[in-house]
């Protein structure tokens, strides 16, 4: 059982970590990068990442932050050594705030890019991008924090894990 657990902590802490580098490279080094460019070639270059990152290393760690964080919580709480659930908890609860602003917030905006079409057959390129560009930001550095924080809750955990074996 302690074998389980550590694997369950260890793939969380691997996917929440990979989700926690996404973002926060979007944050450093994506959305600054796309800024310089015009608005067709913003949204041109943001319909492109959306079509590229669904893929299956994307889909691994994106819902394995979630599903491998909540196994690892059933794992550690039904072992009767508890010691860990309460950081595994935090990193949960974060990992979910990332999963849901994912879904509710910035799928949407994507899917709005995406129906619009190509860029240079839409009327008013501008009005779309300033109607997403800042929201989809603010909501990327939320996912971000939330995934790092949740990392760090995963890692304090391994810690505690450990100091109980």
């Excluded at 299956?56 to 072992?79: D, I, P």
């Excluded at 109607?131 to 790092?148: C, D, F, H, Q």
Aim: hydrophobic share 60%; proline share 3%; net charge positive.
């Amino acid at each position: 059982m302690r074998l389980l657990q550590l694997l369950a902590l260890l793939a969380s802490t691997l996917s929440v970590g990979l989700m926690a580098g996404l973002f926060t490279g979007f944050s450093y080094a994506v959305m600054p990068g796309l800024k310089i460019l015009d608005d067709r070639g913003w949204i041109a270059g943001m319909q492109h990442i959306n079509r590229v990152i669904l893929n299956g290393w994307f889909m691994t760690a994106f819902l394995g932050s979630v599903l491998f964080t909540a196994a690892a919580l059933a794992l550690n709480w039904f072992s009767g050594d508890r010691a860990a659930s309460p950081w595994i908890l935090l990193a949960l609860v974060l990992a979910l705030v990332m999963f849901i602003g994912t879904v509710a917030v910035n799928v949407p905006m994507n899917d709005r890019l995406e129906a619009a079409g190509d860029p240079a057959a839409i009327g008013d390129p501008a009005a779309l991008r300033a109607s997403i560009e800042s929201r989809w930001i603010a909501w990327n550095t939320v996912r971000g924090v939330a995934s790092l924080l949740s990392l760090l809750a995963l890692a304090w955990a391994l810690v505690v894990h450990g100091r109980n074996s």
